[in-house]
């Protein structure tokens, strides 16, 4: 004959079955709670690392940075070298980072799965070399449950690659600029590889130029506008008069002459 649990070895029994599955409760919520965290880890890295990838692309490709240098802002403005894209802008709006290009449409670079924060842009000058952008952004997980939340801050630098270039003409800032087209210390070596200098001497066709200007080719002097006064401004000055039809062109040099008068000498 089998004998029967007593009360006590019942409420013992209870409370070890209890125990079991108070404990596996415990330690399935903390698995998933590791896995909420695991993949709100993955989806900030993620997005964090594609929106870098699109940054670093277009910072690298840009033909110039137009923000203000050493300053920071929550909006980059690239100029590209194509015109289908030209301007692109990266800003943030209610946690989203958005990318815009040529004045189009707005599109998203990141997901409703993360919030973007504290997005800043700061342009660089790493002369003669290009200049580079700082970013810094603060990448959030979307949640209200304080065990899935996750964020982490990004801070990189990117430099330019691409070589300015200019699809409008270049004008200085302000009527009264005093802008300048390289230095004494950076100076421009060639244009169009037409226009070649060599220190204060300037040169056409001619790639080191030996003398404050050196052609190398023929000067052609095409005035058809009215010979102006030979004066103190004018001194120096040579003028080419192109004739009626059948008529003798002349050459002349505007002068000074010995009694402290200006007139112009016609040199044939």
């Known amino acids: 004959m089998k004998k029967a649990f007593t009360l006590i070895e019942l409420l013992i029994a209870t409370a070890i079955f209890t125990i079991v599955i108070v404990s596996f409760i415990g330690i399935f919520v903390e698995v998933v709670g590791v896995q909420g965290r695991q993949t709100s880890a993955a989806a900030v890295n993620e997005e964090s690392q594609f929106l870098l990838q699109k940054v670093q692309y277009y910072v ?20 590209m070298p194509s015109s289908s894209i030209d301007p692109t802008v990266i800003s943030l709006s209610g946690g989203t ?41 603060t990448v959030s997980y979307n949640t209200s449950n304080i065990k899935q939340m996750f964020a982490q801050a990004l801070q990189t630098s ?7 270039t200019f699809d409008s003409s270049i004008y200085p800032s302000g009527s009264g600029s005093n802008a300048q087209l390289g230095t004494t210390a950076n100076p421009w070596t060639s ?4 226009i070649d200098f060599s220190g204060s001497n300037v040169g056409i066709n001619a790639a080191s130029p030996q003398q404050a200007l050196e052609v190398n080719g023929g000067v052609r002097l095409n005035t058809s506008a009215t010979e102006p006064a030979c004066n103190a401004t004018s001194r120096g000055t ?11 062109d002349t050459l002349q040099l505007c002068y000074e002459n010995t009694t402290g008068t200006y007139a112009w000498y016609q040199i044939f």
């Open 60 to 79: 690298e490709l840009s033909s110039a940075v137009s923000t203000t240098q050493d300053v920071a802002t929550p909006v980059l403005t690239l100029r």
């Open 97 to 137: 980072v958005y990318l815009q290009q040529a004045g189009g449409a707005s599109q998203p670079l990141t997901s409703n799965k993360v919030s973007v924060s504290n997005l800043s842009f700061t342009r660089r000058s790493n002369a003669p070399g290009h200049d580079s952008v700082s970013v810094s952004f």
């Open 158 to 164: 990117i430099a330019r690659v691409s070589a300015a």
């Open 191 to 194: 244009i169009n590889g037409v």
């Open 238 to 248: 040579l003028w080419f008069w192109e004739r009626a039809t059948s008529a003798t």
